[in-house]
């Protein structure tokens, strides 16, 4: 079993950067492919980005690509999803979830789901 938690959410200010962090308990986070997703209020959840277990390959949503960044580090059994120039439209509960088959970018394909962090973004 695999229990993920989210941090680095918060308020901040349109153009502004964060980055969340996503610590996995467990021993097969390496194994893992790992994604994000968002979910603001009213709408349905949605993929953000994704990562292969090693790092190797990275898939973004259009909406974000060019501004978001997901990297992993197995050692520290943590996923980072760096946020740059944000916008209003971004604002949403951010989650992280883990997959333990493939690398799919479907929400019904992953196996483990944080608790999500709020991340607010004023205009």
């Known amino acids: 079993q695999v229990q993920l938690v989210e941090s680095g959410g918060g308020l901040v200010q349109a153009g502004d950067s964060v980055r969340l962090s996503c610590a996995a308990s467990g021993r097969t986070f390496g194994s893992l492919a790992m994604g994000w997703f968002r979910q603001a209020p009213g709408k349905e959840r949605e993929f953000v980005a994704a990562?292969?277990?090693?790092?190797?390959?990275?898939y973004y949503a259009a909406s974000v690509k060019g501004r978001f960044i997901i990297s992993r580090d197995n050692a520290k059994n943590t996923v980072y999803l760096q946020m740059n120039s944000l916008k209003p439209e971004d604002t949403a509960v951010y989650y992280c979830?883990?997959?333990?088959?493939?690398?799919?970018?479907?929400?019904?394909?992953?196996?483990?789901w944080g608790m999500g962090t709020q991340v607010t973004v004023s205009s």
């Open positions: 979830a883990g997959q333990a088959r493939g690398n799919s970018r479907q929400r019904k394909d992953y196996d483990y």
């Open positions: 990562i292969t277990w090693n790092g190797g390959e990275t």
